[in-house]
């Protein structure tokens, strides 16, 4: 999203370093680590840095692990729709291939914790899991952005008292479209995402509160992918400078 020039830090090169050495066995973002939360997941903020993109808040203890076991946690009444996704769409918590590289083809699955992290209100929205794209091209007279966007038709559920684990099988369930113009179709974007994440959709209100996330378990990357990632200490993208709007 938003303006913001990606680059892999520090911390997502030890990831990749690591994917490379078992690129069969999944990974997972515990959030034991502050760098988890700061260097590599967003949500969209209105009026934050990079025009929304702000990191999500880290918590050193409380997490579904044994102590010590962080999480992160996204504040929703901070949180803005982004105008080429619609009104009542939200951008929880997100990465970039050069953060996490991902194939569903390959492994398409992946699990999430989530909880109340306090007053949370999605109003009248969904917690989601989603996939897209957006191509922005830079230059003097650059055409028209191009853009896609999909989320599973899976709702996801959240603990109230506690940490409720889901388990996503992007294979039982059917992808929906909530934007695109002239963008990639779902196919070619499950193996090679541009972008993913968890995401609330269809809110009919402004949401409020905090949601809490942890144990992000995705699908694993092909060394291909990898290798992109780790390229992508020079890849940058551009957004259009759209000015996020308020949900309705």
Do not use: C
């Amino acid at each position: 999203m938003a303006l913001h020039h990606a680059r892999v830090a520090a911390l997502g090169i030890l990831s990749f370093l690591g994917l490379s050495a078992g690129a069969e066995a999944s990974y997972s973002e515990t959030w034991n680590d502050p760098g988890a939360g700061a260097n590599r997941w967003y949500y969209f903020q209105a009026g934050a840095p990079d025009n929304g993109d702000v990191p999500l808040a880290w918590t050193a203890s409380g997490g579904v692990d044994p102590a010590p076991s962080g999480f992160v946690s996204a504040d929703l009444g901070a949180a803005t729709t982004w105008t080429p996704t619609g009104a009542g769409n939200y951008f929880l918590a997100y990465t970039y291939r050069s953060h996490h590289p991902l194939d569903l083809t390959l492994a398409p699955w992946a699990e999430i914790a989530l909880k109340d992290g306090g007053g949370l209100d999605l109003g009248g929205g969904t917690l989601r899991f989603w996939i897209g794209d957006f191509d922005d091209p830079n230059g003097p007279n650059p055409p028209a952005a191009t853009y896609s966007f999909f989320y599973l038709d899976l709702p996801l559920a959240y603990g109230t008292a506690g940490w409720v684990t889901n388990s996503i099988d992007t294979t039982a369930y059917s992808w929906v479209q909530f934007a695109n113009q002239n963008g990639r179709p779902v196919g070619d974007l499950l193996s090679d995402p541009q972008q993913w994440g968890i995401g609330l959709f269809g809110a009919t209100n402004t949401p409020g509160g905090t949601l809490a996330l942890d144990n992000f378990i995705p699908s694993p990357a092909p060394l291909a992918l990898i290798a992109l990632g780790l390229a992508g200490l020079g890849w940058t993208r551009r957004r259009d400078p759209l000015a996020p709007t308020a949900a309705a």
